[in-house]
């Protein structure tokens, strides 16, 4: 029976540290996605990719005459280029060639981050040569939906670790264990994943997982606490234990019994 329970807390114990470390990367990428974190980097991204694909900028620099003609009579000035529409208004045009760049893609920007893609995660990926849409919200929520479940399933193998251990106040010192463990390989995992050479997709690996330190830090230091305060535990138990049964409070019990029987 005692094997039994050693190797049913083994597996737990295994699955629950691949489910933490599981938790770890979609929260990584959950919030590494947030708009206001993701658009600086995306930006750069993305104006690269436009000017690799059409020349973006050499394309406005050709018309800038037009627009600013245009612009005289007219509050904006509106163009497509390669199934991309910009809507770019005369008050940037005003500001120079630049500017309307900045402008083109930062609109390009909004436009891959809030767009409704019809699809679900993995045809989504299929369908574009480009994966815009795992820089998307449709994508941080994704993640945002796997990172609750492997919170649930965590919780649930806690619950079984609590069952299968000897002495219950150990589940911290595993748990707290486990967690920083599980943190640890965030710390490589931008190189690791640097190594995939896929087209464009190794351009956006430095945007998923910009928040990936933020986040080893949260479960190392979570970790470190739940470990302390299990080791505080283990060392209370053990010397209220000892205490407990100490050779002096015998002797006293025993002296009492006498007394009484007297």
Known sequence: MGFLKGGGLFIVSTLLLISLLLGNIF????????????????????????????????????????????????????????????????????????????????????????????????????????PYFLVSEKAKDYWKSKFYITLFVSFILIVLTFLLVEQKYNLLTLTGGLLIVSSLPLIKLEKILSLINYKYVSDFIAIFFSKSYSVFLVSFILGIIVLGIGIGLKFYMSDSFKKKFSRKEVKDIVKEEVSKKK
Not at 81 to 99: L, R
Not at 105 to 125: A, E, K, P, T
């Open 27 to 130: 929260l990584t990428l959950n919030l590494s996605l947030k708009y206001d974190i993701l658009e600086p980097e995306l930006t750069s991204v993305v104006k690269d990719v436009v000017e690799e694909e059409f020349g973006l900028s050499s394309i406005i620099d050709e018309q800038y005459p037009f627009m600013e003609f245009y612009c005289q009579n007219h509050s904006d000035f509106v163009f497509s280029e390669s199934g991309y529409t910009f809507e770019i208004p005369c008050d940037v045009i005003a500001k120079g060639s630049d500017a309307v760049v900045e402008k083109g893609v930062s609109d390009l920007v909004n436009d891959i981050y809030y767009d409704n893609y019809d699809c679900n995660f993995w045809n989504c990926i299929d369908k574009s040569e480009i």
